[in-house]
């Protein structure tokens, strides 16, 4: 069975960062897509930022509200993905979950939870000010 298994959260101050880890066994992180999203308290599940892995090379996405602080990269060998997270705020606060799955090279897909069918269950990470 595919298993996804995510740490590395905890609680930090505004400004500071954080990295997660999810360590996947069997087939999953040879899937087309692989992502980071997060669920902050009372709202929906939101895409972070994913990778899709292309014939030719690998592209990877971001939201709009990480860009330029949050990193995702991956370690095929170790059957690794990561999310390097800086600059951090108390609005990064949620429950991060990683996922794989098989999605369209589109942000707004890759982005989308509908297309990942393995998952985590997450870790929290908790930012205050």
């Known amino acids: 069975a595919q298993q996804l298994v995510e740490s590395g959260g905890g609680s930090v101050q505004a400004g500071g960062s954080l990295r997660l880890s999810c360590a996947a066994s069997?087939?999953?992180?040879?899937?087309?897509?692989v992502g980071w999203f997060r669920q902050p308290p009372g709202t929906e599940r939101e895409g972070v930022a994913a990778i899709y892995r292309g014939d030719a090379a690998d592209y990877t996405y971001y939201d709009d509200s990480v860009t330029g602080r949050f990193a995702i990269s991956q370690d095929k060998a170790k059957n690794t993905l990561y999310l390097q997270m800086n600059s951090l705020k108390p609005e990064d606060t949620a429950m991060y979950y990683c996922?794989?799955?098989?999605?369209?090279?589109?942000?707004?897909?890759?982005?989308?939870?509908?297309?990942?069918?393995?998952w985590g269950r997450g870790t929290q990470v908790t930012v205050s000010s």
């Open positions: 996922a794989a799955g098989e999605c369209w090279n589109s942000a707004a897909r890759a982005l989308d939870d509908a297309y990942y069918k393995s």
């Open positions: 069997g087939n999953t992180i040879s899937s087309r897509c």
